[in-house]
């Protein structure tokens, strides 16, 4: 009797011991688990940072609906690589094809003896809320010493049709909005390459607007064509559509413009350029109440951050210099672009704007 009980006892701690060594197999599997799977997501994310294979995959994705967006944005990182960004247009497609980099920093160079490294971050159909926004990243990120926001009265308009960047998880996850998925996309390099080889599959944009030859790499879109007859085009425009999109003034444009003027406020970093249109527009937009009232809000956020707003008078642009009544082709691009050179020259002699130029 007490044999068999000292062999219970036995088998007893036997099997204690080998459930003991079963265990400790248990816990040791998931974590040598977890450790590969963060030795992987390890390897990924550091080889989806390096260039010489980030060049063979698509533009590396924000998830936003613009596909030029993330062109943009790759050749933005590539300057700031290089060297720094002091300056950045901001806007949509009137500024992409109006504000020429290379054309400002040069005249601004001759006339200070500084001369900037530009970047033209200007997104077709971008709207002003996506614009404030997006500028106080800039801000955040490359601590650029001038932004210059070119703005239409069209994208402060509710009915405006353009990618709404300001909707998106990551642009409101950086604006305080946080959000697991923002923050994904704000600090995984491999995460936005998958987002970008999906787009690709969907929709092949990225990979093409990246060999598009007059998109240049400093952000800049060298149009080539001229309009035959702006009066004519305006005309049948006004058949086709009699209120443009400029529907009433969109209330968060407003504020994210007031929320970066009061960040800016006595930095002397920002300034504001009204985009000119053809002289042909000018009857049409006067007629439009809400082309007006974005105007005035703007001058009156301007003015009470005392920000630089300026106009440029349609002399500037030479008749060859439109592609159509709204944007610039480059011809007309390189006075415009000198023209404010030379404006922002002055509010630097004058204290209004302070340069931090770095080159």
């Known amino acids: ?109 001759e006339r200070t003896g500084r001369r900037p490294s530009c970047f033209n971050l200007a997104v077709p159909g971008l709207r002003a809320a996506s614009t404030g926004m997006l500028a106080q990243v800039l801000l955040d990120d490359l601590d650029p010493w001038l932004i210059v926001y070119g703005f239409s009265p069209r994208d402060f308009s509710l009915s405006a049709q353009g990618p709404a960047l300001h909707e998106s998880a990551w642009l409101r996850h950086r604006a305080g909005q946080c959000s697991l998925r923002g923050w994904i996309i704000d600090h995984s390099h491999f995460y936005r390459a998958f987002l970008g080889l999906r787009t690709a599959f969907q929709r092949n944009e990225g990979y093409k607007l990246r060999r598009v030859p007059i998109l240049r790499p400093d952000g800049f879109l060298a149009i080539q064509r001229t309009v035959d007859d702006p009066v004519r085009q305006v005309a049948e425009a006004r058949v086709a559509r009699d209120r443009i999109g400029y529907g009433g003034t969109d209330p968060e444009a407003v504020v994210e413009l007031e929320k970066l003027l009061r960040r800016c406020a006595g930095m002397a970093r920002v300034a504001i350029v009204q985009m000119p249109v053809h002289p042909a527009m000018d009857d049409w937009l006067a007629e439009l109440e809400s082309y007006g009232t974005a105007r005035q809000r703007v001058e009156e956020l301007a003015a009470e951050f005392s920000v630089p707003l300026w106009r440029p008078p349609a002399s500037v642009i030479p008749e060859s210099g439109w592609a159509d009544p709204i944007h610039t082709n480059s011809t007309g691009a390189i006075p415009l672009s000198r023209w404010l050179a030379d404006k922002v020259a002055e509010a630097v002699a004058s204290g209004r704007l302070r340069p931090l130029i770095r080159r």
Not at 30 to 38: R, S
Not at 51 to 57: D, G, R, V
Not at 94 to 103: F, N, S, T
């Open 1 to 109: 009797m007490c044999s068999g009980t000292h062999r219970l006892r036995m088998r007893t701690v036997h099997n204690a011991s080998r459930l003991w060594r079963v265990s400790s197999h248990v816990l040791a599997t998931p974590a040598v688990a977890v450790l590969c799977f963060v030795a992987l997501v390890s390897l990924l994310e550091y080889s989806a940072r390096l260039e010489a294979i980030s060049q063979f995959l698509p533009p590396a994705s924000y998830d936003t609906p613009s596909q030029m967006f993330d062109v943009q944005m790759e050749r933005l990182g590539s300057l700031q690589r290089d060297g720094g960004v002091d300056c950045v247009f901001l806007g949509s497609s009137p500024v992409q094809d109006g504000l020429d980099p290379a054309v400002f920093g040069a005249d601004f160079g």
